[in-house]
């Protein structure tokens, strides 16, 4: 009888084909600074709000994880700034902050082969605002009244466009769009591009404007939205017994994801790897997941297929955990499917603090991951007060607790069944 092959799985080794991350860029409910954003995230403290944006005061639902104060100045001119959508004004600052942390600012990038550096910034709803104003002009005044930027900022892929319009990126360029699993997608997809040797810089993740009445609206009528308008910064508590939905939320997390090769030639400061990644579809239902996990958990396994990981060796999981009474369920359930000994096990929920940012979240998220490999702190999971006697694995309950991590993925599922997961470790050598 042939012996079985037990060898440990085997990570990528050639350095044109490692994918290292060498920039991050954010704009979210704490700021557009990404270690303020994640100091905020470790203190626990809540960015659910009362919504002032809009007049709210007739909606069931009344507060959102949402950006004030929010300031594109140094990097969208005042004519352009006045015209966008947030979905691109977000999408805009959080690309060029990222370009400027990994040192690809313009004088640099003139000095490269820009053909080389694709951009792949997804959204799961594009110019929401834009949409719906063009769509209440038509209405009420008719067509003539329709603004010429309605189309070109209503639709998903133009925030790809004009960051690679504004820094003259010429290699692959596209959204995806797959609702809240949106900008793991993107990352997982501008990996495959650096891998297969179609670029060697992809600037990448997710970004999204969605707290305006068609958004927050929509989502009321799909009956996903928590209702807790008394205490808002409650609403959101991830496995706790007395969730009872999400909290929407907003902004856009972006990397620069690069190859090892060119990482190295051109000195740049390299954060951390990203080791592979996952997508799967249910297959079940368009807004409820599968009771049994079983799309989350085989995405689970082909990531770790992909990256070269043991289970073993994973030991800090970003989770989706949006404070959905099934979702929250079914993803402990996948988790506890493939990870038999979560004793040394971490996993937090970062849309406690911040809401849910749909096609913006993965990206957010993915930060959050990145950070906790930096700083060797996790931030915690708030509003963990009495939780679902299943979830057994530690939340990171209510403070953050000091933690090495070994490898991380970091989960996001969306509407219509799609599964992805993405895993980052600390670079070494």
């Given at each position: 009888m042939a012996a079985l092959n037990i060898s440990p799985p085997k990570r990528e080794t050639d350095p044109k084909k490692r994918v290292v991350i060498t920039g991050m860029g954010v704009v979210s409910v704490f700021g557009n600074d990404v270690n303020t954003f994640y100091e905020k995230l470790l203190e626990g403290q809540s960015g659910i709000t009362l919504i002032d944006k809009f007049d709210a005061s007739s909606f069931t639902v009344r507060f959102a994880g949402q950006i004030r104060n929010f300031s594109s100045a140094g990097y969208i001119d005042g004519k352009s700034d006045r015209r966008l959508d947030d979905c691109w004004r977000y999408c805009l600052v959080a690309g060029r902050k990222a370009l400027d942390d990994a040192n690809l600012g313009p004088q640099v990038l003139e000095t490269i082969d820009r053909t080389r550096i694709g951009v792949l910034v997804g959204s799961g709803m594009g110019g929401l605002t834009t949409f719906s104003?063009?769509?209440e002009a038509l209405i009420q005044k008719g067509f003539k009244k329709i603004t010429p930027f309605f189309i070109p900022y209503s639709i998903t892929n133009m925030g790809s466009a004009l960051l690679a319009i504004?820094?003259?990126?010429?290699?692959?360029?596209?959204?995806?769009?797959?609702?809240?699993?949106?900008?793991?997608?993107?990352?997982y997809a501008a990996a495959n591009h650096i891998r297969r040797g179609e670029a060697n810089i992809m600037v990448?993740?997710?970004t999204e404007a969605a707290v305006n009445p068609t958004g927050v609206g929509g989502f009321i009528a799909c009956r996903a939205l928590s209702q807790r308008n008394d205490e808002p910064h409650k609403a959101s508590r991830p496995w706790d017994q007395d969730r009872d939905g999400f909290v929407i939320g907003e902004g856009a997390g972006v990397l620069i994801m690069e190859s090892l090769e060119h990482a190295t030639?051109?000195?740049?400061?390299?954060?951390?790897?990203?080791?592979?990644?996952?997508?799967?579809?249910?297959?079940?239902?368009?807004?409820?997941?599968?009771?049994?996990?079983?799309?989350?958990?085989?995405?689970?396994?082909?990531?770790?297929?992909?990256?070269g990981v043991s289970p073993e060796e994973v030991n800090y999981v970003n989770c989706h955990a949006t404070s959905t009474l099934a979702g929250d369920l079914a993803e402990v359930i996948a988790i506890k499917k493939i990870f038999k000994n979560t004793y040394e096990m971490k996993m937090n929920g970062t849309k406690s603090m911040i809401g849910h940012g749909l096609g913006a979240a993965g990206g957010l998220e993915a930060i959050a991951c990145i950070k906790a490999i930096t700083t060797g702190w996790l931030h915690p999971t708030i509003n963990q007060d009495n939780l679902e006697p299943e979830v057994d694995i530690d939340t990171v309950p209510n403070v953050k607790k000091q933690h090495e991590v070994n490898v991380a993925i970091s989960n996001s599922f969306g509407f219509g069944g799609h599964n992805s997961v993405v895993a980052f470790a600390p670079y070494k050598p």
């Open positions: 104003n063009g769509v504004d820094r003259g990126l010429m290699g692959p360029n596209y959204s995806i769009s797959t609702a809240c699993a949106t900008a793991n997608y993107c990352f990448v993740g997710g030639k051109r000195g740049a400061n390299i954060i951390a790897e990203y080791l592979g990644g996952a997508i799967t579809c249910d297959a079940h239902h368009m807004t409820d997941p599968r009771k049994d996990g079983l799309g989350i958990s085989s995405c689970i396994t082909k990531c770790l297929e992909h990256a």
